[in-house]
C-alpha cells in the first residue's frame, strides 16, 4: 500500500489524491457539508443510502426518490463527484502488445468526474441528472486518451403521494435516459453495477466489466415510464423508450451520431414488477423486469429496415436489507434472459472486424464454420452479499455468471485458412481472417464466470476507498486458451483500487 | 450543449414558479404546510403513519408524551440534542420547521396509539421490571416509575417509556451513559448506575412493557 501510495501522490499531485484530500478538507463534519440532496434533507447519507454505501438505498430513500427527490427544502441542485483509481491485471504477458491491450496497467490514473444536477425544484417535480467527464473516453490512433464529456444517467419525475391512515398510493411519471434508472432498488440494471469504471484497458476486467443483469438497448435512450407503489408493498412500472434526439437530444448529449443508440419508432416498452415487505429492521424485495427494444445495427444509419434487430429481455431479481446500526447486510440476486434476434444483414454478412470487414474463419481442419445463428440466448446471472460496519467499514463477495448460445457471430477469432490463428500486427502475412488478442472469442460462446472480493472504507461519508479483486474461471466460453492465443480467464484476474469522493 | 442549456432554462423556470400543493408537500421549509401534511407526507416514512414504526431504528412517536415531542424537536433544531440517530436524521429534517408545526407535529403523534413491541428473554424482562419498579439501590440508582410513571406514560418532558424499541433504548442510555449527546437531563446521572446488562433488561422490558401485575 505504501508504494500505491506514493506512487499515487508521484503521479497525480494534482490528481486523485489531491481531490480526496481536497474533499476531506472541503468538509466538516456536519449534515450540511453533503452533496445536493443531503444539503436538501440536511440528513446525513446513511438516512437514504444503506450503510452509507451510495448508491444503494435504505427503505427511506426509496421513498425520497420515488416521491420524485422532493422531500427537503429546495437548495442549489448541484454536486460534483470524483474517482481515482489503479488497476493491475495478473497477466499482461500473452499479447503482442501489452502498452496497448493493458494501457494504463498499474498506474494510478484520475479515471472520470461528474456533475450532477439535482434535487427539488416543485412540490411534485424533481431531478437525477448526472454529466460526467471520462478522463480517457477516447482512443487515438496515436495511443493517447482524450477526455470526453456527455450526458450520464438521467432522471426527471413528477410524483405525488395519497397517503391516510388506510392507504398509501405513492405514484409518478418519470422522464429518462436509461431502463431502470428510475428503479428505487439496487438490483435494477442500471445501480446493481456502482463503482465508477474507468475507461484504459488496464481496467477492462474489473468487476464494473464484468458481466451484468442488464437490457440490450443500453442507455442513452430518452424514456417516458409512469410507475406505482401501493401501500409500499407491491410496485408497477411501464414505459417505453425511444431514440433519444430532437428536444430530448440533451439525454445523450456528448454523444455524436455513430455512438447514440438508434431505436425503432417508441414501442420499445419497458415493465417492472416488485412485491417489496418491511418487518422490523429486515425488508425483502422480490420482482421482475424486462423490456422489448427494437435497435438499429448501425448508429448512423436508419435507412434500411435489413439493419433492424431485436432485443427481449426478461429479468427476475431479490434483494434483501438488514439495517439496524452498527451492522447493515445486504444480500442481492438479479438475473436476466436475454434473446436478441439479429438483423437480416447481420446474419447475412456474418462476423466483421473492427473495421466492418468480413471476417472468414474456418476451423481446425480447414472447414468452413458453421452458419451464423439467426438469435443468441443469454443469460446472466449475479449475487452479492455485502457487509458494513458502523457505515464505516465494509466488504462484500459476488459472484457472475453469463450463459448462452454459441454463434459464428460472436467469434473475433479463429483460424485463418492458410495461417492459422494469427493477429498479423505487422501485416507481414497477409492474414484475411485476423484473430483478436486478449479480448478475442474463440469458441463463439459468451461464458463468463467468476467472483469479485471487496473492502472498503468510508473514512468520512462521501469518500470511499476501496479495493477490489476480480478473479475470473472462465472467460469468452473457455477457462483455457479462450482467444485462441493461449490467454486463460485466470489471467484477466485484476486487482482494482479506488478512490471514489463527492460533494 | 445548446439543449442542456435549454433543459436547464425549462428546469429552472419550472422551479421558480414554485408550485406548491399544500395537501400532499413535501416541502420542510414553508410555513403553511399543515403539520399533518408534514406527519403523512415526511415523517411516516419512517416512524409510521400512526407513529408506530416497523423499523426499530426509528422511535415509536404514538401516545408520546406531547411536550417531550416538542422538546426533541426544538432541541433537534437548535442541535442541542445531537446523538448520532439525532444528527444523521433529524437536524435537517427539522431546521426549518416553526413552532407551531412542531406542534401540531406533537399533536399529531400524542394522539395516536401505541402498539405493544415483541417480549424478549423472559429472565431478562423479569430482571428489568425490577430495575424499572424499584431501581439499583446499591448504587443509588432510582426506579424508572419515579419520573416515567407506573405505567411506563411519561409525563410532560418526562417521555412515555412502555413499548419503545428495546434497541432505541439502549442506543439512547449508552448515549447519557457514554456521551455529551443529550446534555442537561437526570439520565446522565441515572445511566451511568446501569451496567450494559442492566440496560439491555430494562430495555427489553419496556418493549413488550406486560401489563399483568
Known sequence: MRNIGAALRGRLGAGGVSLALLLLAMAPYEAQALPAFARQTGQNCVACHAGGQFPELTPYGRMFKLTGYTIGTRVVPLSVMGVAGYAKVADTSKSDNPASDFYKNGVPLLASGSVFIAGKLTDNIGAFSQITYDNYANLATDNQYAGHTQADNMDFRYADRFIDGNRDIVFGVSLNNNPSVSDPWNTAAAWMQYVPTPSPASHQFIDGKSPFPGFGSGGNLAGLSAYLFWNQTLYAELGSYRTSKGALSFMSAGLNGASTTQLNGSNNPYWRLALSHEWGPHNLMVGTSGMIAHVYDANSDITDPNDLGRFKNVGVDAQYQYILDPHTVTVQMAYTRQTQDYSANTIANGPVDANGNPLVFVDANGNPLAPVNPSDTTNIFRAKLSYVYQARYGGSVALFNRTGTSNTLNQNSGYDPVFGVTSDPTGALGATALSTRVTGNFSGNPGTRGYTYEAFWMPVQYVRAGVQYTAYSKYNGASDNYDGFGRNARDNNTLFLYVWGAY | ?213
Do not use: W
Open chain 2, 1 to 213: 450543449m445548446k439543449k442542456v442549456k435549454l433543459g436547464l432554462a425549462v428546469a429552472l423556470a419550472l422551479a421558480g414558479t414554485a408550485c406548491s400543493n399544500l395537501e400532499r408537500s413535501r416541502d420542510l421549509a414553508n410555513p403553511n404546510v399543515p403539520p399533518a401534511v408534514t406527519a403523512m407526507q415526511v415523517c411516516s416514512i419512517c416512524h409510521g403513519v400512526t407513529g408506530n414504526p416497523v423499523s426499530p431504528i426509528f422511535p415509536r412517536l404514538a401516545g408520546q408524551q406531547r411536550d417531550y415531542l416538542v422538546a426533541q424537536l426544538e432541541q433537534f433544531r437548535s442541535h442541542h440534542r445531537a446523538d448520532p440517530a439525532g444528527f444523521e436524521y433529524m437536524f435537517g429534517l427539522s431546521r426549518n420547521l416553526t413552532d407551531a408545526q412542531i406542534q401540531g407535529l406533537a399533536d399529531y403523534f400524542t394522539k395516536q396509539v401505541p402498539l405493544p413491541g415483541a417480549p424478549g428473554d423472559p429472565a431478562l424482562m423479569a430482571a428489568g421490571k425490577e430495575i424499572f419498579e424499584k431501581g439499583v439501590p446499591e448504587k443509588a440508582t432510582p426506579p424508572c416509575v419515579a419520573c416515567h410513571g407506573p405505567k411506563g406514560e411519561g409525563v410532560a418532558t418526562f417521555p412515555r417509556l412502555a413499548y419503545q424499541y428495546a434497541d432505541y433504548l439502549s442506543k439512547q442510555m449508552h448515549v447519557f451513559r457514554e456521551t455529551e449527546g443529550r446534555p442537561n437531563t437526570p439520565m446522565t446521572q441515572v445511566a451511568h448506575g446501569l451496567s450494559s446488562t442492566q440496560v439491555e433488561a430494562v430495555a427489553a422490558y419496556l418493549q413488550a412493557f406486560p401489563t399483568q401485575k
